[in-house]
């Protein structure tokens, strides 16, 4: 899920929530920004330190960033960093069972099993399923596929960490999951999330790179 991760949220100039535009990296440029209904704002961005078909993506909400993300051509959590908990992850060398966009596109399924390893919380194994419905959408003049999602991680003791399910979107052209709605399940209780993407912006049209979320802001998610 190098160039810095340095993460990402490093090379920030100051808080998101200060500025009216983020800011990326040096060497770095955006292709599209997402607003979603959750009071979420997403860029994502390509960087010429990258190998081909890398892509990183950064999310704020009202305070400001809350995640940064860096992700391979078959859409594998290659580094990302949490910014609310404070920890990072990093792919294991070889997974067991590799997640492939790829594959999803070509069967309509695709599973897999990896490891991500971090220093703050240790090992975390991903086992899950990506399923293409069959169902296409159109939001902001966009179309995008409808996927359903299952996951679960597990602790390096094996024991379940957390597990969810719900679907999610892709967009082909660009290589990219794009958050739906789902629920997640943590020692017993259940959490409804529903992210669904409300515009698409490009560059050059008002918005873009906006440090501000615009949809769903103040209101109470379950």
Known sequence: MRYALALICLAAPAPAVAQSTFELPSGCAA???????????????????????????VSLDEEGLTYAGHIDNETQWLESFHILSGHAERLETSPAEPASLSDLIASGVDDYDFQTLSE?????????????TGRQVVIDGITLDETTYDITAYNADGDEMWRSKGNEFINRNWRVFIAGTGVTTINGETF?????????????????????????????IS
């Open 31 to 57: 292709f599209v920004t997402v607003q979603s209904t959750s009071c979420q704002v997403d860029h994502h961005f390509v960087c010429d330190g990258d190998p081909e078909g890398h892509q990183r993506r």
């Open 120 to 132: 703050e919380i240790g090992t975390t194994r991903y086992v899950g399923q990506d399923t293409l």
């Open 192 to 220: 409804e999330r529903d992210n669904r993407p409300v515009e698409f912006i490009f560059p050059g049209e008002p918005g873009f790179l906006s440090a501000r979320p615009k949809h769903g802001c103040g209101v109470a």
